[in-house]
C-alpha cells in the first residue's frame, strides 16, 4: 500500500483529479465563464493544427500563424454574421409557425407576449422582403401594433374582492382581464403609418392570423392517421375471427379513440415545446448582451493563448510532483492529441453535414433551407444525439407540405449524408480514442443536467478525459493488485 501511495502514476492521478474538480469548479461557477472557457479552448483546438503547419513546413513566425489563423475565422465569423444572421433570424421566426402547425391546438391555449412579439416580427420581417420599407418604419409600426396586442384591460377597483383582501393584511390580487383584439383597431394602427396604408387591410389580415390566438391546421393528423390506419389494418389481418376488427363501426371508434389519445399527448408535447421557447424568448435580451461580453473575451483569450500555447503545453507539467512528470506528460499528451483530434474532426464533419442538408433541403424545393443547415451543423456538434435534434425540425418541415416524395427523397439522403460524415468522422479519428456510443449518451445526459445545453456539447470531449484517465492510471492500477 505504501509503494502504492508513493508511486508516480498514484501521485499522478491524485493531482489530476484535484485539477480537474478545480476545473469543474469553475466551469460551475455562471454560464459566462463557461461559455468563455469552453469557446476558447475550441478555437485555440482548431487553429492548432494550421499553427503546426504553418510553423513547421512554411517556416512563418508563430505570431503571424496565430494572426492568420485567427483573423481568417473571426473574419469568416463577421461575414456569417453580416449576410446571414438576418436572414436566419426571419426563418426561425417564420419556422415557428410552421412548427406549431404541425401540433393540435385547443381552445385554451393562448399566444403569449413572447411569442406575440416573436410572430408579429416574422410577418413585418416578411413584408419588409416585399416592400421597399426601413428598418426605422418597421420598428415604428411594431412598437405601436405591441403595444395594442399585449395590452391588458385593467379591472376596476370595484370589481376586487375587497373582503378578501381585508383579511389578507398585505397581499392584494390584481386580476387582469384580457381586452377582446379587433381586426378594425389592427387596421387602423397600420392605416396610421403613411408607408402601410395601401397595404394595411391584408397586413392586418396576416398579423391577425399570427397574433389573435393558436389556431392549427394539424398537420399531425394526415400522418398518424395513416399508421393508424396501418396498425389497424395489420391487426384485422392478424385477428380475421374478430368480429370487432370486421365491424366497420368498431373499427372506426377504435381509430377515434388512438388518435384521441395521440391528439392529447402532442398538445402536452406542444404545451412544453412553447414554454421552453417563451422562457428562452424572455431570456433573449440578456442573453444577446451577454453574447458580446462572451465574445470579447474570447477573441482576447484566444489571441494570448493561441501565442503562448506552445509554452502552456511544455510547462503545464511543471503542476505535478517532479518525480512524476514522465507520466504526466504521456498523460497530457495523449489526452491532448486526442481532444485536438475530436475537436477539428467533429467541427469539419458539422460544417459539411450542415452544408449538405441547406443544398439538400433547397434541391427539394422546401423552404428554410438556410436555418435547416445551421440548425444541421449545430446538432452535429453533438454526437448520435444530435443527429435525433436534426431530424426533427426537418420532418416538420416536410410535413408541413404533406409532399411524401420530397419526404421519401429527404429520407435517403439524409441517410447517405450521414453515413458518409460518419466514414468521414472515423477517418479522421483513425488511430485516435474511440468512445463507446451508451458511454457518450450518458455523458450527454450527465454533463446536460449539470451544464444545461452546453453540457451536451462538452459530454464527449470529457468522455475522452475520464477513458484516457482510465487507461493511464485505474486500469494499470488494477492489473497490478
Do not use: C
Not at 493531482?15 to 466551469?27: H, K, R
Amino acid at each position: 500500500m505504501k509503494n502504492l501511495l508513493k508511486s508516480p502514476r498514484f501521485l499522478v492521478m491524485i493531482f489530476s483529479i484535484v485539477y480537474f474538480l478545480i476545473a469543474f469548479f469553475f466551469l460551475t461557477i455562471s454560464a459566462t465563464i463557461s461559455a468563455i472557457f469552453i469557446i476558447t479552448i475550441a478555437i485555440v483546438f482548431l487553429i492548432e493544427p494550421w499553427i503546426k503547419f504553418a510553423t513547421s513546413k512554411l517556416k512563418i513566425k508563430r505570431w503571424i500563424a496565430v494572426a492568420l489563423g485567427l483573423g481568417a475565422l473571426y473574419f469568416s465569423l463577421i461575414l456569417v454574421v453580416v449576410f446571414l444572421f438576418q436572414p436566419i433570424v426571419n426563418q426561425a421566426s417564420s419556422f415557428y409557425y410552421t412548427a406549431l402547425n404541425f401540433f393540435p391546438s385547443d381552445k385554451s391555449t393562448e399566444l403569449s407576449i413572447p411569442e406575440i412579439e416573436f410572430n408579429l416580427d416574422a410577418v413585418l420581417n416578411k413584408y419588409k422582403q416585399e416592400k421597399p420599407v426601413s428598418n426605422e418604419e418597421i420598428n415604428a409600426l411594431k412598437k405601436d401594433l405591441l403595444s395594442y396586442l399585449t395590452e391588458y384591460d385593467q379591472s376596476s377597483f370595484e370589481d376586487l374582492p375587497i373582503e378578501d383582501i381585508e383579511k389578507g393584511k398585505f397581499a392584494i390580487v390584481f386580476p387582469v382581464k384580457e381586452r377582446e383584439l379587433k381586426k378594425e383597431e389592427i387596421i387602423r394602427i397600420i392605416s396610421k403609418h403613411e408607408k402601410f396604408s395601401g397595404d394595411a387591410t391584408n397586413l392586418a389580415d396576416k398579423i391577425w392570423e399570427r397574433t389573435s390566438g393558436f389556431k392549427s391546421r394539424e398537420d399531425w393528423q394526415p400522418i398518424f392517421g395513416w399508421l393508424v390506419d396501418r396498425f389497424l389494418i395489420k391487426n384485422k389481418s392478424k385477428n380475421n375471427t374478430s368480429k370487432d376488427i370486421d365491424d366497420q363501426e368498431k373499427f372506426e371508434e377504435k381509430r377515434a379513440q388512438i388518435m384521441s389519445s395521440i391528439r392529447n399527448v402532442l398538445i402536452e408535447v406542444q404545451l412544453k415545446f412553447r414554454e421552453y421557447l417563451t422562457a428562452f424568448l424572455e431570456k433573449l435580451p440578456s442573453l444577446v448582451s451577454a453574447t458580446f461580453s462572451v465574445m470579447f473575451f474570447v477573441i482576447i483569450g484566444t489571441v494570448y493563448l493561441g501565442y503562448y500555447f506552445g509554452d502552456f503545453k511544455k510547462h503545464l507539467p511543471e503542476i505535478y510532483p517532479g518525480s512524476s512528470r514522465g507520466f504526466a506528460k504521456r498523460f497530457l499528451k495523449d489526452t491532448y492529441g486526442n481532444l485536438e483530434r475530436y475537436v477539428v474532426a467533429i467541427i469539419l464533419v458539422a460544417l459539411v453535414t450542415g452544408i449538405s442538408v441547406g443544398i439538400l433541403v433547397k434541391i427539394l424545393g422546401l423552404d428554410y433551407s438556410l436555418l435547416m443547415g445551421v440548425w444541421a451543423a449545430i446538432t452535429n456538434l453533438i454526437p448520435i444525439v444530435g443527429v435525433v435534434l436534426e431530424f426533427i425540425p426537418l420532418f416538420l418541415l416536410a410535413a408541413s407540405g404533406q409532399n411524401w416524395v420530397a419526404v421519401l427523397f429527404l429520407l435517403v439522403f439524409l441517410v447517405t449524408i450521414h453515413t458518409v460524415a460518419f466514414i468521414v468522422f472515423l477517418k479522421l479519428m483513425k488511430g485516435y480514442t474511440r468512445i463507446n456510443p451508451v458511454f457518450i449518451i450518458v455523458m450527454i445526459i450527465i454533463m446536460a443536467q449539470l451544464f444545461s445545453v452546453a453540457g451536451a456539447f462538452i459530454a464527449a470531449p470529457t468522455a475522452i478525459i475520464l477513458k484516457k484517465f482510465w487507461e493511464h492510471f485505474i486500469r494499470p492500477t488494477l492489473n497490478r493488485a
